[in-house]
């Protein structure tokens, strides 16, 4: 069956059982570095988790909802079929920039070109959130989440002072030891690279060898370098693949 996915965001301002989860200390980082990564790309500055916000939007999320909750707080809400990411979710709100006209900045009535999710995880303004998904809805779509943000979004007149065109990726981290594609046999590695262009702040490398898939979230730290100590690796390691992106 095909995976069914639909999103909600909020207008302008102007026999079930669902099994709902509230947002665990790992979820809760999730949330905020996939709005916070975004949001440094428009010169936007981080978020804050709030515990009344998360309770509140949590509570919504648990009544299965289909249309906005009308509370005085920003809202999105992302409908799906499978268990919902917090990356996947807020990865689906801001794919709409793609729609956003930044040379005549305003809310879009278009419903094949809407922008409302995005103007919202990126609104400068905005600088609390709180998030909560439950699972097991009935009908279409089993999983829904929703955020909402304080102060709220999308609001007329208001748009040009809050969203900002993107100010670009940097470029991506390059590996200097081990070298790419090279055979590695140790219990512990460490990895270490070349500065990306525009000195961002974080950035990702992902490693894969050519039996087992290993992902790291490599930090930019000091001296440039990271001892991979949260994993021993007992086995050989072979050609050593990198990908890399940048991240503001």
Request: proline share 7%; net charge negative; with cysteine.
């Amino acid at each position: 069956m095909a995976a069914m996915v639909a999103l909600l965001a909020a207008g302008l301002f102007f026999v079930f059982s669902p099994k709902a989860f509230c947002a665990t200390t790992a979820e809760i980082e999730q949330w905020l570095q996939a709005h916070n990564n975004y949001r440094a790309l428009h010169g936007s500055p981080a978020l804050i988790w709030n515990s009344t916000i998360g309770t509140s939007a949590q509570t919504y999320a648990n009544s299965c909802p289909l249309v906005h909750s009308g509370s005085a707080y920003g809202e999105n809400i992302a409908f799906a079929g499978y268990n919902q990411t917090p990356q996947g979710v807020v990865d689906r709100w801001y794919a709409e920039e793609q729609y956003y006209d930044y040379s005549n900045p305003g809310f879009s009535l278009d419903p094949n070109e809407p922008i409302g999710h995005f103007t919202q995880v990126v609104w400068k303004s905005t600088a609390h959130i709180g998030c909560g998904c439950v699972t097991g809805c009935p009908g279409t779509y089993q999983s829904i989440c929703v955020c909402q943000y304080d102060p709220a979004g999308n609001y007329v007149g208001q748009y040009a002072a809050n969203v900002f065109p993107p100010i670009g990726l940097p470029g991506a981290p390059s590996l200097s030891s081990p070298a790419d594609g090279s055979t590695v046999s140790a219990t512990s590695i460490t990895f270490s690279w070349t500065t990306p262009t525009g000195s961002p702040t974080q950035y990702h490398l992902q490693v894969s060898t050519s039996s087992t898939f290993f992902f790291l979230d490599l930090r930019q730290c000091p001296y440039n370098r990271y001892l991979a100590d949260s994993e021993r690796f007992s086995q050989q390691w072979h050609h050593l693949l990198l990908a890399g992106q940048g991240l503001q």
